[in-house]
């Protein structure tokens, strides 16, 4: 079993940064990646990145990399996504997910069993 709690969204304009923190708890994170997605008003939920928590390799989508990273504070049990240079498109509920991994793809969002509550993002131009 994990849990996720959220925090950090907001308004911003164009070109600032925001912050994402996601706490979980959970009896191991051996095999566990933790992935953000996100989902803006009449679209289906989508993959923003991942993160395998024991190698810290990560994933990102083509419309965030080089812009935003995920990193995770293993004494704090916390994963960050790190968003630069904000753009209004990025506007949507961000989404802090976990799954047992063994391989594989990780940008399926139906592969997730745990889910954070989500935070609203907005950025305005």
């Known amino acids: 079993q994990v849990q996720l709690v959220e925090s950090g969204g907001g308004l911003v304009q164009a070109g600032d940064s925001l912050r994402l923190s996601c706490a979980a708890s959970?009896?191991?994170?051996?095999?566990?990646?933790m992935g953000w997605f996100r989902q803006a008003p009449g679209k289906e939920r989508e993959f923003v990145g991942a993160?395998?928590?024991?190698?810290?390799?990560?994933w990102y989508a083509d419309s965030v990399k080089g812009r935003f990273t995920i990193s995770r504070d293993n004494a704090k049990n916390t994963v960050y996504l790190q968003m630069n240079n904000l753009k209004p498109e990025d506007t949507a509920v961000y989404y802090c997910?976990?799954?047992?991994?063994?391989?594989?793809?990780?940008?399926?969002?139906?592969?997730?069993?745990?889910w954070g509550q989500g935070t609203q993002v907005t950025v305005s131009s």
């Open positions: 959970a009896s191991t994170f051996i095999n566990v990646v």
């Open positions: 997910a976990a799954r047992y991994y063994r391989g594989g793809y990780v940008r399926d969002a139906l592969d997730y069993n745990y």
């Open positions: 993160l395998w928590w024991s190698t810290i390799v990560t």
